[in-house]
């Protein structure tokens, strides 16, 4: 069981060791911010489960692609205290390398494709994305 309550051992890692592995820390106007990206080998659900821990702390924002047996999937969330970064200007150029669409509200959306082999790409351009509208540019 991990700190964060979210770990299945067979299956999945939790929000604390994807953040280890994973996490970019920028500043962006006096605040902190964590970006949590990668592309995951687990299930919906345990992404979920990530997402919605990132909901409730401040300061973070989870890019994640998943490797689905339905096919590739994308899920991103943020905190609610970065407003500034409205998500549906991240999910539609990420879903694009995995010949897909997305959408959702601007805390959370989610996105699937048919590309598996885009989600690395897709997960990057997110990244960069995310950078940009955070940074003004």
């Not at 962006?28 to 990530?50: F, S, T, W, Y």
């Not at 994308?74 to 970065?82: E, I, M, T």
């Amino acid at each position: 069981q991990a700190e964060d309550g979210i770990r299945d051992v067979e299956r999945s890692r939790g929000l604390g060791d994807v953040y280890k592995r994973q996490a970019e820390h920028i500043s962006v106007g006096g605040k902190d911010v964590a970006i949590v990206h990668g592309v995951l080998n687990i299930p919906m659900e345990d992404a979920r489960k990530i997402t919605e821990e990132v909901s409730r702390r401040d300061g973070y924002i989870a890019l994640l692609g998943l490797r689905d047996e339905k096919g590739p999937k994308l899920l991103f969330a943020r905190s609610p205290n970065l407003e500034e970064l409205d998500l549906r200007e991240v999910i539609k150029p990420a879903a694009e390398h995995i010949e897909g669409s997305g959408g959702g509200k601007s805390d959370f959306v989610q996105g699937g494709g048919k590309r598996e082999e885009g989600l690395e790409a897709a997960i990057a351009s997110a990244v960069e994305r995310t950078r940009a509208i955070l940074y003004g540019e």
